[in-house]
DNA sequence: CGCTCGTTTTGATTTGGATCAAAGCTTCGT
DNA sequence: ACGAAGCTTTGATCCAAATCAAAACGAGCG
């Protein structure tokens, strides 16, 4: 299957490539479609018309970029950042696999933050055009589709939780907790995995510097909490990261 | 006009209050209607169908409560907080007169956070199920609640930036001419105002120790950036402010 | 294969803001 | 009008994380 050949493609739709869209994903459970019933991811289908792939390191999108479509991340792994005038800026999360992208970009229609693709990735475009007219005959993708941005609401106030009132030992703890967790829905193993994303980029993302996450990484590793080597994290006790989590330690 | 005797009504709805609703708002150019037709405006009067007044003090709504509608501030301000489970919490944001509250609400169908009046308050409340379904009849309001939902994620993207990468003095400086700025949207003076909220509010949104905040408000005033005197604020040279928040300082 | 550049680790030192402490203001209830 | 409780300010001291520094490691490439 040659994916490629569909990228500037518009209408008229192809079908076989459609059929691969949301109905025979299997990430349907966890992405846009999820709670919608066959008949509903039917009408879905419709709307996912490009598929697209983005290399390591390129953006799926920028700040300022006119705003058209939102993206569902069919395989790989983002991050997305704001940036200061004075050219700091902020990890404000990581996307993985059933993740929706560029929920920022509607309020005013041009992109607010970059999405930098960490690993090879591929992702669904949804044309938001094609989104609102469809979620007006499907009730129910209406609702989904508030309850995602209502929950990247909500997940944006723990993060404000984290840089706001916890110490740097419990958002790391967090971090790796929340990554487990996220990658276990997926069918990884919530007790090892390699991080896609730098010392640097966590650093970013949780307010504090590389150096701390790197020491960090060692003093849980010398607790006897993880097993760190590079990229590769293992946990070896998630209730004494829990603790760590939870203030009950200090 | 005695509005508290509106507080537990439903159907049939009360028609004159309903007439001062959306149509007849002044706070109509911020707020929900915002870019919608005046025939659309009357669609939403249908709509909101209560009016409840928040004392100081109490919550609109609180963490873990159902969620079935979403709220037009008509007068008063508002925090929000989430409190993690050992009992610190982070103010998430200020509200004031012609915004939105409790789309936290609709992810998982309760509240995330809770919502405290911080002076006594006016609010329009908009059931969720009836906003859902005029929606489905008024495209260019399905549209406008997206771009609002959008802007509360931007606004938190914004946060996260000001409480990863910021100093304390840019965080005060940002988080003074993000209200000047509001406040003067509304018609109020953008040079002087009275704060709402005390410094430990302040600090919780901005991350800091109350200490801190008035720390900082005797240093800028020290500077000849501000007058301050208790809940008291006078901006006294904007472009210093502006110079401390992008960063040129240090 | 070996070089280079980016990433990670670890150590030494500094510092912005937290913490601890105490006094001065304000507001509110009786 | 008074007293109490809650804010705010300011000072002294401390500490978590930043900064500065340097070596070790690893992946990608000619």
Do not use: W
């Not at 005959?137 to 939780?161: A, Y």
């Not at 909490?225 to 209730?239: A, C, D, S, T």
């Amino acid at each position: 299957m040659k994916t490629e050949s569909l990228r500037l493609r518009s209408a008229p739709v192809n079908l076989d490539e459609l059929k691969t869209a949301c109905a025979n994903c299997n990430l349907r459970e966890i992405c846009l479609p999820a709670g919608l019933s066959e008949a509903e991811i039917h009408g879905l289908d419709e709307l996912v018309y490009v598929r697209k792939k983005v290399r390591r390191g390129d953006a799926l999108y920028r700040t300022d970029e006119a705003f058209d479509a939102i993206y569902a991340i069919r395989s790989g792994f983002f991050k997305t950042r704001v940036t200061t005038s004075d050219g700091r800026d902020q990890v404000t999360g990581f996307s993985m696999a059933g993740e929706i992208l560029g929920m920022d970009g509607i309020g005013h229609d041009k992109h607010n933050c970059d999405a930098i693709a960490l690993e090879d990735s591929e992702i669904c475009t949804i044309p938001y055009s094609n989104l609102e007219k469809i979620a007006l005959e499907v009730p129910s993708l209406q609702r989904h589709f508030h309850k995602v941005m209502s929950r990247e609401i909500i997940r944006e106030n723990g993060v404000m939780m984290l840089l706001g009132v916890m110490r740097a030992e419990e958002r790391l703890a967090a971090f790796l907790l929340n990554l487990s967790q996220r990658l276990n829905a997926r069918g990884y193993s919530a007790l090892e995995f390699n991080l896609r994303m730098t010392r640097e980029e966590i650093g970013s993302y949780l307010g504090m510097k590389l150096e701390t996450v790197s020491r960090l990484f060692s003093k849980f590793q010398a607790d006897g909490l993880i097993e760190v080597n590079q990229k590769y994290v293992g946990l070896r006790n998630i209730e004494g990261l829990r603790e760590i989590y939870a203030h009950h330690t200090r």
